[in-house]
């Protein structure tokens, strides 16, 4: 069955490290954005591809960055961690049916030291 | 900036009882999707509504879309207590999806 996978599950790290969060999906779908989940706002979108080689920045983009190199996955980097960047992060991917359907991973809840 | 209104945030009912919930927004969407996520999970693809006025049930959940597609519904016939959870709207325009905040929905046996 297709599905879509994060890793890690739980990641602490320390304030200024670099940290990079998996997602692979194997829907095969063009579209896969990043999202963090925060009490009182919801999820926001962080960056969003639409393919290999495209990448655009979400709402909330701002010390993060992403790269698509292949259908399948998109990481997402942290550049120079952050305490406000302590979050639930989830990983999404839709195909080109048009109704905008996504489906998300399980998760990865980071925590900025 | 698109936005989603959802309401109630947060509810706490009997098992057995009825619901709605709400989602609201000013600005019209190409589709509006609802998940259901439950703690240290991914939400989870409930339904799909595209056309103004159309409701689509799945089982005990009916959701609606308002006529001029900037709203929705989602209503619970005699909830158990395997629907609490966190209940997500979600407005779809450029293959993205804009959410709300949620409505985080107790069963209480």
């Known amino acids: 069955d297709a599905e879509i996978t994060q890793s890690p599950r739980h990641k602490i790290t320390e304030t200024g490290r670099q940290v990079t969060l998996a997602c692979h999906q194997t829907?095969?779908?063009?579209?896969m954005f990043w999202y963090r989940q925060d009490l009182g706002h919801g999820l926001r979108l962080i960056h969003y591809?639409?393919?290999?080689?495209?990448?655009n920045k979400g709402e909330v983009s701002d010390g993060y960055s992403v790269s698509r190199s292949n259908t399948e996955d998109l990481p997402l980097t942290l550049e120079s961690a952050a305490s406000s960047q302590t979050s639930v992060y989830f990983c999404?991917?839709?195909?080109?049916?048009?109704?905008?359907?996504?489906?998300f991973g399980p998760g990865t809840r980071l925590t900025v030291t | 900036t698109q936005l989603l209104e959802q309401s109630p945030q947060f509810l706490s009912i009997q098992e057995g009882e009825n619901l709605t919930v709400y989602c609201n927004s000013s600005?019209?969407?190409?589709?509006l999707q609802w998940y259901r996520q439950e703690p240290g999970e991914g939400p989870v693809l409930l339904v799909t509504?595209?056309?103004?006025?159309e409701v689509k049930k799945l089982k005990r959940l009916t959701f609606q879309f308002g006529d001029a597609r900037k709203d929705s519904s989602l209503h619970i016939t005699a909830a158990q207590p395997g629907d609490t959870g966190l209940y997500l709207c979600?407005?779809?325009?450029?293959?993205?999806?804009?959410f709300g905040k949620g409505t985080l929905l107790t069963v209480n046996p």
């Open positions: 999404a991917s839709s195909g080109a049916s048009g109704t905008y359907e996504q489906y």
């Open positions: 829907w095969n779908h063009n579209n």
């Open positions: 591809s639409y393919g290999v080689q495209d990448t």
């Open positions: 600005s019209v969407f190409s589709s």
């Open positions: 509504v595209v056309t103004g006025g």
């Open positions: 979600g407005g779809g325009s450029n293959y993205k999806l804009t």
